[in-house]
């Protein structure tokens, strides 16, 4: 319900705003977004057909038999290139390990998920599972291009590396730190790294953009619908066909994205809220800081843990310019 949603955002996000303003924000932004993505769309294509020039990246993929391998050297490509461009501390002790998805599990992850090191894990060791494709439609959401998003949004420099560096951290990895995490930091700085990875020459093929702005329209949708279903009455099934005319989803696959959003309120807005936070406030930044120093940008960003990324900023930079940045996000009161 809308009292419950309004305490989550406050007190677990740390987000000093209701659930209108929030839904405003996830408009606002799903509107631009559509509008960048249609006219990305009609510089590559030479017209606004998003589902064509979609169905034709889905179509590069690799065979089902190197999905695995391919996961594997786009992860170790990601590492390699943040180390040697210099964008942000990496951890000195950490492993990754890439396995096809348990048979057991399958049927809860469709795609891919990632598995977190526990805070006392001595090796670090975090876990890929790429669910093998059972058809071809399937294989096509392994595609190429998408392949190496992920690499960047599971692994490195996204959440692979911001949760190993969390828990090295004796500050970060305190117990109220540890049980108060917050989807703006956590989801918000891997769907960040897409947007740097991109900038800094890693996400370089001609349809990278178009990827990163489907996939940023998706969750700008998530903001609208996370409130929507908690606090407004939406349905899941009317959700379902939201999604399926947005973004192309078959049923299923809205299904399975929204039973989850049911599950966990607050969370999905978190990826593109934590993304527009962190993109303002550098914003910011560069514009005040002379000597702006991105490393050190996002050394602080993962300084204190996976709580809530208000908390961190006004930590890390102080009031005034959180101030600064919200208004800039979320608009005037």
Do not use: K
């Not at 034709?56 to 999905?67: C, S």
């Not at 490509?77 to 390990?97: N, S, Y």
């Not at 969390?166 to 500050?171: F, G, H, I, K």
């Not at 940045?325 to 005037?332: A, I, K, R, S």
Request: glycine share 6%; aromatic share 10%; proline share 6%.
């Amino acid at each position: 319900g809308r009292e419950y949603f309004d305490m989550l955002l406050r007190h677990r996000h740390g987000l000093e705003l209701d659930a209108d303003r929030l839904h405003a924000f996830g408009q606002r932004l799903f509107d631009t977004t559509l509008e960048e993505l249609r006219a990305e769309t009609r510089r590559l294509r030479g017209d606004g057909d998003v589902a064509a020039l979609a169905a034709r990246i889905q179509a590069d993929h690799p065979p089902a038999d190197e999905v695995l391998a391919g996961y594997r050297a786009g992860m170790e490509a990601a590492r390699d290139f943040v180390r040697e461009h210099g964008l942000v501390d990496l951890p000195p002790v950490e492993q990754l390990r890439v396995v096809e998805t348990p048979a057991f599990l399958r049927h809860r992850i469709l795609l891919a998920a990632y598995h977190e090191p526990a805070p006392n894990d001595a090796s670090q060791t975090g876990w890929y599972y790429p669910t093998p494709p059972a058809s071809e439609a399937a294989l096509g959401q392994h595609n190429t291009l998408s392949l190496r998003h992920t690499c960047v949004h599971e692994a490195w420099p996204g959440h692979h590396l911001q949760f190993v560096t969390a828990n090295r951290n004796p500050v970060a990895a305190t117990l109220p730190r540890l049980t108060n995490p917050s989807a703006t930091l956590f989801e918000g700085w891997a769907l960040y790294c897409e947007q740097l990875m991109q900038e800094q020459g890693f996400l370089d093929a001609p349809e990278s953009r178009f990827v990163l702005l489907r996939d940023r329209l998706w969750r700008a949708l998530r903001v609208v619908l996370d409130v929507e279903l908690h606090t407004q009455g939406l349905g899941i099934e009317e959700a379902a066909g939201r999604m399926r005319d947005a973004l192309g989803f078959t049923r299923d696959q809205a299904m399975a994205d929204l039973i989850w959003y049911t599950r966990a309120p607050t969370v999905p807005m978190g990826y593109a809220t934590g993304w527009a936070l962190i993109t303002a406030t550098r914003t910011r930044l560069r514009e005040r800081e002379a000597d702006f120093d991105l490393r050190d940008f996002h050394n602080r960003l993962l300084a204190e843990g996976s709580i809530a990324l208000p908390w961190v900023l006004r930590s890390q930079y102080g009031q005034p310019l959180w101030e600064s940045v919200q208004q800039q996000v979320f608009g005037p009161e």
